[in-house]
């Protein structure tokens, strides 16, 4: 089955490693704007969301973003439901999911604590 590459911006920490070890494999320079996945900092306060552009050709199968994200939140696994498409999240729709579960998270926090 074709893998596909996805990220879980719950346990992104922002640290844009990834932003730095794409470019420097795909174009050889130091410079996150050169790079194919982009950190998206989103709401207030910020979340990270790493979003892959459409330049991702998912490094010939060997993702090298992945190898360097510090919490393993970049995965490379088998099962993509659409297999000619690439996974690429909409960051407005991954920041609005992520803000109202840990919202409602957070609500229930705090009612447990009354
Ligand atoms: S898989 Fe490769 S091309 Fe795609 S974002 Fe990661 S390092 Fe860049
Ligand atoms: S390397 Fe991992 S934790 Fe760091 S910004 Fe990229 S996806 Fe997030």
Request: proline share 8%.
């Amino acid at each position: 089955m074709r893998k596909f590459l996805s990220v879980n911006p719950d346990i992104c920490i922002g640290c844009r490693l990834c932003e730095l070890a794409c470019a420097m494999s795909k174009e050889n320079v130091f410079n996150p704007k050169k790079a194919r996945i982009k950190v998206d900092m989103i709401g207030f306060p910020e979340v990270p969301v790493p979003v892959f552009s459409r330049l991702c050709d998912s490094c010939a199968g060997k993702p090298q973003c992945l190898k360097y994200c510090p919490v393993g939140c970049i995965t490379f696994i088998e099962g993509n439901p659409k297999p000619d498409q690439k996974n690429i999240v909409l960051t407005e729709i991954v920041a609005e999911d992520w803000l109202e579960r840990n919202t409602r998270k957070k609500e229930e926090d705090n009612a447990d604590n009354t």
